[in-house]
């Protein structure tokens, strides 16, 4: 059932880290925030030999594939049928790449071939895998929500996203009363958040303007449209109808289904799972 109640302090309840843009991650306890995103987060992708970013919404099984994070920056990615491989941080002195992440060209430096077929042999289709070496000034954020200056790394648009547990509990129950309950009810993975609070009113979220986690201030940008990806399950690759359906039902904006909130982080600092949340400001003060 959707969750009504308000805790006397709302928490940050998780914090998710995905070091390959489409790939599974991890859910650390802390996590460093820098100016274009949570340390490490995605700052590797994969494209097609034109240089177009290739993520779950073309090849649903790089759900079922993961990446760990390692300590130098580099990442050992695993998957069904295939040996664990690590892959070193390439030398950007050797050149880069163009690629292009939804219409933003973005140059970045491939990895080495060993990577490229690792990956291309999972998919049965030919990719390679680039690192993205200076988020500083590689890629903007969408000028018409940034300020002068702001970047993110490989991530769809924006350096996190932030849901809430009541939000999605609200969410399953609109699923548990319609046409594919039996999809329901769905783990907030299927969303790729950054962090996760808890403790909120059910979609709150839409009135925020400004937030803190601990320490650290975001300000929110626009709300995250939803694809194809949500109703892809993260740990087997089959899709579904849900929650697409329902969303489209009951939290659409313009063309636009909506889950969670994009941020862009105001300060640097560390997150530490259950830290304080707090509302800024709500956009009716802006």
């Not at 970013?53 to 759900?63: C, F, I, P, S």
């Not at 790449?97 to 140059?107: E, L, M, N, R, S």
């Not at 962090?195 to 940008?221: L, N, P």
């Not at 359906?245 to 259950?274: A, C, D, W």
Request: charged share 25%.
């Amino acid at each position: 059932m959707p969750s009504d109640e308000v805790t006397s302090q709302p928490a940050l309840s998780s914090l998710h880290l995905y070091p390959v843009k489409a790939l599974a991650g991890s859910a650390p306890a802390s996590a460093v925030v820098e100016p274009w995103g949570l340390a490490g987060d995605r700052r590797w992708m994969l494209a097609d030999r034109e240089g177009k970013a290739v993520t779950q919404r073309q090849y649903a099984a790089l759900a079922a594939a993961s990446a760990a994070l390692l300590p130098d920056g580099g990442v050992r990615v695993s998957a069904p049928g295939r040996d664990p491989l690590t892959v070193a941080v390439p030398d950007p002195s050797a050149g880069t790449v163009a690629v292009d992440v939804f219409g933003t060209k973005v140059d970045a430096v491939p990895a080495a071939p060993d990577a490229d077929a690792w990956f291309s042999a999972y998919l049965g289709a030919d990719v390679r895998l680039v690192h993205m070496d200076d988020p500083a000034r590689r890629r903007p954020v969408d000028p018409a929500y940034a300020r002068e200056g702001e970047t993110v790394s490989f991530a769809d648009g924006f350096p996190l996203l932030v849901t809430t547990t009541a939000s999605l509990d609200a969410l399953n129950a609109l699923i548990a009363a319609g046409d594919h309950a039996d999809e329901g009810p769905l783990p907030m993975e299927r969303f790729r958040p950054s962090v996760v609070v808890d403790g909120t009113e059910a979609w709150e979220e839409d009135r925020w303007a400004r937030i803190a986690i601990g320490d650290v201030s975001f300000r929110v940008a626009k709300p995250c449209g939803r694809c194809v990806v949500t109703t892809t399950d993260q740990r087997t690759g089959v899709r579904g109808k849900e929650p697409l359906r329902t969303l489209s039902r009951h939290r659409r904006l313009g063309s636009k289904v909506i889950f969670g909130q994009n941020l862009v982080p105001e300060t640097t600092g560390t997150l530490r799972v259950g830290d304080p949340f707090r509302v800024l400001a709500t956009r009716d003060d802006v």
